[in-house]
Nanobody
């Protein structure tokens, strides 16, 4: 059983930066794709970014491409989301997730089987 715990959210002004962290407990972290999703009030949960098990391949939503960077440290069982040039529309609860199956990627919530509790990111204008 895996447990994912996000941290690093907060309030930031537009144009600022934040780094989110997600610490995973349990075994097998390094064989799963890891992803970040977000959910704004009244909206569906949406894909932000994913990273392959090695960290060598990453994918981003068009809305964050060039501003956000996903990375992972398999020795620390941790995945990160570095967010820059933040905009008010980035305001949401950000969730860390582990892929449903080892070595299988995806970009919709149904592709991910384990979730953290979320961390709030608020970007003021």
């Amino acid at each position: 059983q895996v447990r994912l715990v996000e941290s690093g959210g907060g309030l930031v002004q537009a144009g600022g930066s934040l780094r989110l962290s997600c610490a995973a407990s349990g075994r097998g972290f390094s064989i799963y794709h890891m992803g970040w999703f977000r959910q704004a009030p009244g909206k569906e949960r949406e894909f932000v970014a994913t990273t392959s098990p090695s960290g060598g391949t990453t994918y981003y939503a068009d809305s964050v491409k060039g501003r956000f960077t996903i990375s992972r440290d398999n020795a620390r069982n941790t995945v990160y989301l570095q967010m820059g040039s933040l905009k008010p529309e980035d305001t949401a609860v950000y969730y860390c997730a582990r892929s449903m199956n080892p070595f299988r990627d995806g970009n919709v919530p149904a592709d991910f089987g384990s979730w953290g509790q979320g961390t709030q990111v608020t970007v003021s204008s």
